[in-house]
């Protein structure tokens, strides 16, 4: 019998991960990738001996492939993704792929908000209790690499609505849904309805005993439940109501109950702040209490979280002002959370590529907290006229250094600059990262 020929698009993490799982299991590999490899995942492929191209995609070698897994940056309208399904080629997320060869038990983490801090914090409870726990998915290193030498008992996976598209037979043991907000739309035929079937995929081989752990206040979950009854244990997470089982905020106190054992902290004893962190630790909080973390290392788990960078980061204070770098929140529901934590005036700076925002959402917020707008991007009319005549001072820019100097010119002490752009970074960054790391430095440099 011929060795079945796995292909994989893409040579980012996942895909060279993924390449080398392919290969470790006996399949015979090919990797392509229509940009240029990083220099550390060019080496490792060819350590390996795994024939691999960039700057191209020839189709007659991938369409002759027995399955594809594919970056999850490639959009399924792309050409070559329409001639491999025309052909009844399967084609899967590394993730997929990955789960077929782990025995660990998984806990996928998905939402348009909190993702990254909530599996950041999810892994951090359970390292904390001593659980034998491996990081992956959207985040940290690759599944598929890491499922070469299967040594963890459990894995906490981030899972974005790319990632879940190409999956279908993976079982998650729990599963966190922590909200939909229109996202990606641009991905989605700019049909909210899609994304949230993408989202809903993360349920989609759930077992009675499952625990599904989601936000009860997230009126698009409410009302696909009404459509779907999925048979699963639901732990629901309210800001509203005392729910049990489930978790809830009250009077401070960051409550959950779950598995006969109930556990109470106050969120002021915890390193994040906020209402969506409320939510993102009483996530992370259940789906711990799922596996058996017991209520002394969670306690203890959640007073030493360190949260990732761009997030709602202090990036310092300049005669009495605090700078705040949220580059992560590449949404308007992320500022929506944004804006709701802060407790003064605010100078807000934001702008990018504009993803099909609807800004309504803002406005009670904005009239609250915001003095000022800064637009920091290369085409803000959208920003302009919407907040036009909402917003005293506006002003625009495309030069982070000179944001962050208008920022503190327009703020007075024991006020706040907030970078929360609501929009993708790619106009004139790299990354979100870029974006955030270029705004912590303007600030130092002014320290």
């Known amino acids: 019998m011929s060795v079945q020929k796995i292909v994989i698009l893409g040579g980012g993490e996942s895909g060279v991960g993924a390449a080398l799982l392919a290969q470790a299991k006996g399949f015979g590999v090919f990797l392509s990738d229509k940009g240029t490899l990083k220099e550390s995942y060019r080496t490792t492929l060819q350590t390996a001996q795994i024939p691999f191209e960039e700057g191209k995609h020839t189709e007659e070698l991938i369409l002759d492939a027995t399955e594809v897994i594919k970056s999850p940056g490639i959009p399924e309208t792309a050409p070559l993704v329409q001639k491999l399904r025309a052909q009844g080629t399967p084609v899967i997320s590394e993730i997929e792929f990955a789960a077929r060869y782990t025995r660990a038990k998984l806990i996928g983490i998905t939402g348009s908000n909190g993702k990254t801090t909530t599996t950041l914090l999810t892994y951090h409870l359970l390292k904390t209790a001593g659980f034998n726990v491996g990081l992956a998915g959207n985040i940290g290193d690759s599944f598929a690499e890491q499922v070469i030498t299967d040594r963890f008992d459990y894995f906490v996976l981030e899972l974005s609505s790319f990632q879940l598209d190409d999956m279908y037979n993976t079982h998650l043991d729990v599963m966190v849904l922590l909200n939909i907000t229109p996202d990606h739309l641009d991905r989605y035929g700019y049909n909210f309805q899609n994304y949230v079937d993408s989202k809903f995929r993360i349920l989609q081989n759930a077992r009675p005993d499952d625990d599904f752990i989601f936000f009860a206040e997230s009126q698009p979950i409410l009302a696909e439940f009404e459509k779907r009854h999925p048979e699963v244990n639901r732990l629901p997470v309210s800001l509203l109501t005392a729910v049990s089982p489930g978790g809830y905020l009250e009077n401070g106190q960051l409550i959950t109950a779950n598995k006969n054992r109930s556990f109470a902290i106050a969120q002021a004893d915890t390193p994040l702040r906020g209402p969506h962190n409320a939510i993102n630790m009483l996530s992370a909080m259940l789906a711990a209490q799922s596996v058996g973390v017991s209520n002394e290392a969670l306690a ?3 007073k030493t979280f360190q949260n990732a960078a761009h997030r709602l980061e ?16 590449t949404n308007v529901d992320s500022v929506f959370y944004a804006l709701s934590s802060m407790d003064a005036p605010t100078v807000w700076i934001a702008g990018g590529l504009d993803k099909g925002n609807d800004y309504s959402q803002l406005d009670e917020l904005v009239k609250q907290h915001v003095k000022a707008l800064i637009c920091l991007g290369i085409d803000n009319h959208k920003l302009v006229d919407y907040f036009g005549s909402k917003i005293p001072t506006i002003y625009e820019t495309q030069s982070v250094a000179d944001a962050v100097a208008k920022g503190l010119e327009l703020a007075q002490p ?6 929360s752009p609501a929009c993708a970074s790619f106009d ?17 440099k002014l320290l």
């Open 414 to 419: 024991g006020e706040i600059v907030l970078l």
């Open 314 to 329: 202090p990036a310092g204070t300049i005669h009495g002002i605090q700078f705040i770098n949220d580059s992560k929140a």
């Open 428 to 444: 004139l960054f790299k990354n979100y990262e870029d974006r955030g790391n270029q705004f912590k430095a303007a600030v130092q």
């Open 300 to 302: 203890q788990g959640l």
